[in-house]
T-cell receptor, first 115, second 118 residues
């Protein structure tokens, strides 16, 4: 079965650089969530989108922005990177319409290392 | 605000013994409860969920969890642990609110590292 696809899987950047992470949800899933998991930490919700509109906002820094496109894929843009941004970034998707069973399906994550 | 507590950072159990990973939650309305497992450098894999109905829910890989409303708990259990069960386990909650609508985001606990000893 198709899963959530994230790219790149690994990314190394210098401080103050920018980075873009991409997420391709499971086909027919219309809602995308972004989570950040620091080393040894639990995943923290950043932001979510439903039908290309921001639906919920968590602890996303102002330096970060995200959007969902017409094909439902989403991109997380991170600027002025800081050492503390080093983390595993997860994308998750869900189909809001129809059967609402609640669970999110997660991708394998993109590991960002800021040097 | 919704929150999840996993009181144990680490649980060690011998292979073949039963295991329990504890989780308590706090929500303002009705909870949707989930367990996810994470292997090193991997994504979160869904194990099971409680939405409504029977308090004992069964999930993947022989895991089950019991919803206890009075104790606001949702402990993960397995009758006989395998070495391959060693991983990081996260409990998560979605607060449906009094109207049943609620937010669609999940709030995770800090995670419990399960080590199954051969």
């Amino acid at each position: 079965a198709a899963g959530v696809i994230q790219s790149p899987r690994h990314l190394i950047k210098e401080k103050r650089e920018t980075a873009t992470l991409k997420c391709y949800p499971i086909p027919r899933h219309d809602t995308v969530y972004w989570y950040q998991q620091g080393p040894g930490q639990d995943p923290q919700f950043l932001i979510s989108f439903y039908e290309k509109m921001q639906s919920d906002k968590g602890s996303i820094p102002d330096r970060f922005s995200a959007q969902q496109f017409s094909d439902y894929h989403s991109e997380l843009n991170m600027s002025s990177l800081e050492l503390g941004d080093s983390a595993l970034y997860f994308c998750a998707s869900r189909q809001r319409q129809g059967a609402n069973t609640g669970e999110l399906f997660f991708g394998e994550g993109s590991r960002l290392t800021v040097l | 605000a919704q929150s999840v507590a996993q009181p144990e950072d680490q649980v060690n159990v011998a292979e073949g013994n039963p295991l329990t990973v504890k989780c308590t939650y706090s929500v303002s309305g009705n909870p949707y409860l989930f367990w996810y497992v994470q292997y090193p450098n991997r994504g979160l894999q869904f194990l099971l969920k409680y939405i409504t109905g029977d308090n004992l829910v069964k999930g993947s890989y022989g895991f089950e969890a019991e919803f206890n409303k009075s104790q606001t708990s949702f402990h993960l259990k397995k009758p006989s642990a395998l070495v391959s069960d060693s991983a990081l386990y996260f409990c998560a909650v979605r607060d449906m609110g009094p109207s049943g609508a609620g937010s669609y985001q999940l709030t995770f606990g800090k995670g419990t590292k399960l080590s199954v000893i051969p």
